[in-house]
């Protein structure tokens, strides 16, 4: 079973910059698509960004152009650089892991951003 805690949230400024990490502790990380979801306040959890073994990734249309995702294998994390934040983007951020048949373990606390000038 893999474990997942989520880091680098925090206050940004539209237009800044900001990135998050998910240290992977436990199980095998290495072979799976890995990816964000974020939650706004009173919204539905929402897939923002995938990655899988290789490197190929996915984004909801929102983020295009704006956010990156990325792993490392070696240090079994994924990351996930916001540029040019926009307040729409405020939410709890969660990293998951996914297998051949769906998300594999459960939700973690998540790491808060907020965008507000």
């Known amino acids: 079973q893999v474990q997942f805690v989520e880091s680098g949230g925090g206050l940004v400024q539209p237009g800044g910059s900001l990135r998050l990490s998910c240290a992977a502790s436990?199980?095998?990380?290495?072979?799976?698509?890995m990816a964000w979801y974020r939650q706004a306040p009173g919204e539905q959890r929402e897939l923002v960004a995938s990655?899988?073994?290789?490197?190929?990734?996915n984004y909801v249309d929102s983020v295009k152009g704006r956010f990156t995702i990325s792993r490392d294998n070696a240090k079994k994390a994924v990351y996930l650089q916001m540029n040019s934040p926009k307040p729409e983007d405020t939410a709890v951020y969660y990293c998951?892991?996914?297998?051949?048949?769906?998300?594999?373990?459960?939700w973690g606390q998540g790491t808060q951003v907020t965008v507000s000038s």
């Open positions: 990655i899988t073994r290789g490197g190929s990734t």
């Open positions: 998951r892991q996914i297998g051949s048949s769906g998300p594999l373990g459960s």
């Open positions: 436990g199980g095998i990380f290495s072979i799976y698509v």
